[in-house]
Structure formats: C-alpha cells, structure tokens
C-alpha cells in the first residue's frame, strides 16, 4: 500500500469515476484501475462497485475512505513541517468563512499572504458558524471566521474575539420605513421577514433578541446566501436584519438603526492542537500572539 494509491481511491470517490479520477491525478485510466485493482488484492476486498453508469464506494471503500485521507493529510503535513524547517511555507490552508464576515478585510489579507507565501494552496469554505466550527474541530479547516450572539461562545477550538456590533434593518428602496431616523422591534416585528434558517447562528441573534422582548414576528423565507437575501428584500418581499458592520457591502438596501438592536460577537477559531506551517503562518498575519498558537 503506498500514498499514490491513497490518493487515488480518494479521487474516484470524489469524482464518482474512473476517467474523471485519472484526468484528475494527470495519469491513464488504465494505470489508475491497475493500482486501485492492486490495492483491493491486498486489502482483501473491494473498495468500489463498478456498473456501466456509476462508480460507488463499498462498505469497505467507505471504512478505507476516511483513513486514507488523513494519512494523504499526514503525508502533507510532514513536507510542510521539513519544508519550514528549512525556512518555507508550503502546503495547504483551509479557511471557512461565514457569510457575513466584516471584523477582517479577507481578500487584503490573501492577497497579503500569497505575496509572502506564494507555495501554499488556500482553500476557502463558506457556511453557518456551526457548520464551520465543527469543521475546524474535526480538522477539515485550519482556521474559521464566525458571528455568534454575544452570550455564545466558540466550543472544542481556540478562539479569539476579533469585534463586536450590533445589527441594524435593512428595507428596500421606498419602504414606509425608510427615512426614519430609528426603529424598534417591537415596529419592525410588524414587517414580514427574510432571514437565515432556523437553528443557525445568523438566526439566532434576531430571534433571542425577539424572544428577549416578548415579540413574535414572521419570517416567510428563510435563506442561506446573503446576496440572495439582499435581492428578496430589494424586491420588497421582506425587511431583514444584517451585521451593521457589513451593510456597506450591499449596495442598493435603505438601512434603520434599531433601538434596541440585536448584539453580534465575531471570532476567529481554530484547532486546540498544533496549527500546520501554513496555518500557523495565517495567524501570525492576523496578529494571534505564539502563545495562543501553541498546542
């Protein structure tokens, strides 16, 4: 069994096929299939049913997938580790961001990075705050930016607050409400709502700050993608309520300060172990001290 193997029962699990595998790792299809037949003979099982149609993971290729790709991981980590030894930064950084991040100007920041650091691969993953810790936790990201309501804190990472707000309504363009120089809850539960979805982070910023103040209101559509959110509004199909702090970047929306507004906590997280060169190097840019960096 040897890495080259790992890696390719790894893509034709995430390509679903042999020919798209083999495009992928630059190789025949017939040497890939050779070695991954190789690989079955000595595992003593099969790691893929194959049809005409489709290509699926066995209950054996489904055990074998995981281990696989954290000893590829491990391989990986090892060279970077030589490699900032000998004084560069290589490998990979996998970074989740949440929609509405605005504590950090993320692209100046890469761009910053990749001039300093031109051999590392950066990745970049979007998703709920949830979704995203979770990840880092489990070692799928390096690092995580996320938005929690303010009595909420990161769980199983390490954790640095990075800024805190409070959020404000955003209505369309003509709405009764715009102009005014504030709103208040109370008001704005009287509007139909576009939010993010229940059980979310996003979500729940506005819906303790409602439940707070003994206020019902109603969210008709509930929705992942803050452009998108920023459409529906614009149509009029709704108000909904966004980090002050990242308003600016939505162009085209009328913005209330709310009275008694919703609070916002944004974090920077990432492992309680150990960061990778690259990893470590990211957060060094970002200001995090050696001391919080160390596992």
Same mark, same amino acid.
């Given at each position: 069994?040897?890495? /080259? &193997?790992?890696?390719? *029962?790894?893509?034709?699990?995430?390509?679903?096929?042999?020919?798209?595998a083999a495009?992928?790792c630059?190789?025949? /299809?017939?040497?890939?299939?050779?070695?991954?037949?190789?690989l079955?003979?000595?595992?003593?099982?099969?790691? +893929?049913?194959?049809?005409?149609?489709?290509?699926?993971?066995?209950?054996?290729?489904?055990?074998?997938?995981?281990a696989?790709?954290q000893?590829?991981?491990?391989?990986?980590?090892?060279?970077?580790?030589?490699?900032?030894?000998?004084?560069?930064?290589?490998?990979?950084?996998?970074?989740?961001?949440?929609?509405?991040?605005?504590?950090?100007?993320? $692209?100046?920041?890469?761009?910053?990075?990749?001039a300093?650091?031109?051999?590392?691969? *950066?990745?970049?993953?979007?998703?709920?705050?949830? %979704?995203?810790?979770?990840?880092?936790?489990?070692?799928?990201l390096?690092?995580?930016?996320?938005?929690l309501?303010?009595?909420a804190?990161?769980?199983? *990472?390490?954790?640095?607050?990075?800024?805190?707000?409070?959020?404000v309504?955003?209505?369309? $363009?003509?709405?009764?409400?715009?102009?005014?120089?504030?709103?208040?809850?109370?008001?704005?539960?009287?509007?139909? +709502? =576009?939010d993010?979805?229940?059980?979310?982070?996003?979500?729940?910023?506005?819906?303790?700050?409602f439940?707070?103040?003994?206020? &019902?209101?109603?969210?008709?559509? %509930?929705?992942?993608?803050?452009?998108?959110?920023?459409?529906?509004?614009?149509?009029?199909l709704? =108000?909904?309520?966004?980090?002050?702090?990242f308003?600016? /970047?939505?162009p085209?929306?009328? =913005?209330?300060?709310?009275?008694?507004?919703?609070?916002? *906590?944004?974090?920077?997280?990432?492992?309680?172990f150990?960061p990778?060169?690259?990893?470590?190097?990211?957060?060094?840019?970002l200001?995090? $001290?050696?001391?919080?960096?160390?596992?």
């Amino acid at each position: 069994m040897d890495l /080259q &193997q790992m890696r390719y *029962v790894v893509a034709v699990a995430e390509t679903g096929g042999f020919t798209r595998a083999a495009e992928r790792c630059l190789v025949v /299809q017939s040497a890939l299939s050779h070695q991954i037949a190789r690989l079955e003979r000595e595992l003593g099982a099969r790691l +893929f049913d194959r049809t005409s149609r489709r290509v699926s993971l066995t209950p054996a290729g489904e055990a074998f997938l995981p281990a696989a790709r954290q000893a590829l991981d491990a391989a990986e980590r090892a060279r970077a580790e030589v490699a900032a030894a000998a004084g560069e930064i290589r490998g990979r950084l996998a970074i989740g961001i949440i929609p509405t991040v605005a504590a950090v100007d993320l $692209p100046r920041e890469l761009k910053d990075f990749h001039a300093r650091h031109p051999r590392v691969r *950066v990745t970049l993953r979007t998703g709920t705050s949830e %979704e995203l810790a979770e990840r880092v936790r489990e070692g799928g990201l390096d690092v995580a930016f996320l938005g929690l309501p303010p009595a909420a804190r990161p769980k199983g *990472v390490r954790a640095r607050e990075l800024a805190r707000g409070e959020l404000v309504a955003v209505v369309a $363009p003509g709405h009764p409400l715009t102009g005014q120089d504030g709103v208040d809850l109370r008001r704005l539960a009287e509007e139909t +709502f =576009v939010d993010f979805p229940a059980g979310t982070a996003g979500r729940a910023q506005s819906d303790e700050a409602f439940e707070a103040a003994g206020i &019902q209101r109603e969210v008709a559509f %509930e929705v992942t993608a803050v452009d998108f959110m920023a459409r529906l509004v614009r149509e009029g199909l709704g =108000v909904a309520m966004m980090p002050a702090a990242f308003v600016p /970047q939505l162009p085209g929306l009328a =913005v209330l300060p709310v009275r008694d507004a919703p609070g916002r *906590v944004e974090y920077l997280v990432w492992s309680r172990f150990r960061p990778a060169p690259a990893a470590a190097a990211f957060l060094a840019g970002l200001g995090v $001290p050696v001391e919080d960096r160390d596992g």
